[in-house]
């Protein structure tokens, strides 16, 4: 009797392991491929389950290998997964605007040191629990800058999180309230990066400048902290209307941190002007301002 030996080896060993796409006139085969549907869609695998007929069919005319196959086939399994993850810890992360790092006007803001923001970008600050203070008048793009850090670490897979101070504070107030503490200081200790802004526009009353104060405490040394601030440091006792609280948490807060301090006319107030000029010059053909 003569036997025949097949081989079923990888791709050095001489067998054909280039993927073919199901042949419908083939019931062996197509039943092998509804098994193979089913298989991905039980693993809730679906995005690779539903690309399985297109990753077949350009294996087939590319004459890939299975393993190249099956490689490009999870690929898009995995990107897919990433897209999901990274739209959920944005959703998280209550981001007010779509503002991102790569579309900050420099120009406008010379005294911001590009490096250093390229820097931050990179997340490193965050393993160190290091704190970023971004300290300047209204509308010279602090919130654009918190912002786009925020984006940037939710984007390399950490949790983040952005409030203003004001919400943090009546927050605090309404589950100090409703029994809520020990929950809320939990929620606020979370994220890896906290992004708390506009503290300074509104005056907090002594519960919240003592809540904004715990939730400091407890992220101390262990997580990062992006800070926002209209006023000085030294105004921080006017802010939270006790020096020996705002001390504390200055002391907390710079003991390991960044400072970007920036300066210039509000961005809101020059697109003012520009529009002005542009209508004034369309109207009369007068590219002077009235005396203000």
Not at 71 to 87: K, M, S
Not at 228 to 251: C, F, H, K, P, Q
Request: proline residues 4%; hydrophobic residues 40%.
């Amino acid at each position: 009797m003569t036997t025949t030996s097949t081989t079923t080896g990888g791709e050095g060993s001489g067998a054909d392991t280039s993927a073919r796409a199901p042949d419908p006139s083939t019931p062996a085969q197509a039943r092998l491929y509804q098994q193979l549907r089913g298989h991905l869609a039980a693993l809730k695998l679906h995005t690779a389950a539903e690309a399985l007929p297109a990753v077949l069919d350009h294996a087939a005319t590319e004459k890939l290998s299975l393993t190249a196959a099956l490689e490009r086939l999870l690929a898009l399994e995995v990107d897919a997964t990433e897209a999901r993850r990274l739209a959920g810890r944005l959703r998280f992360a209550s981001l007010p605007t779509p503002a991102t790092l790569e579309d900050f006007d420099y120009d406008a803001q010379p005294a911001v040191d590009r490096a250093l923001v390229t820097e931050l970008a990179t997340c490193r600050y965050l393993d160190s629990a290091t704190n970023v203070l971004l300290i300047g008048p209204p509308g010279t793009g602090k919130t654009h800058l918190a912002v786009g850090l925020a984006r940037k670490a939710a984007e390399a897979g950490y949790r983040t999180y952005f409030t203003s101070a004001a919400d943090l504070a009546a927050r605090c107030h309404r589950a100090a309230i409703e029994g809520r503490w020990a929950y809320t200081m939990r929620f606020f200790a979370g994220p890896t990066l906290l992004v708390i802004d506009e503290l300074g526009y509104l005056p907090l009353p002594a519960e919240a400048a003592s809540a904004l104060f715990q939730v400091v405490a407890q992220r101390y040394t262990k997580t990062s902290i992006v800070l926002t601030t209209n006023r000085g440091v030294g105004s921080w006792g006017e802010i939270l209307g006790d020096t020996t609280v705002a001390a504390a948490m200055l002391d907390r807060l710079l003991h390991r941190s960044v400072v970007l301090n920036l300066d210039g006319d509000s961005y809101r107030l020059r697109d003012h002007h520009a529009r002005t000029d542009t209508l004034r010059r369309a109207t009369t053909g007068n590219t002077r301002r009235p005396l203000s």
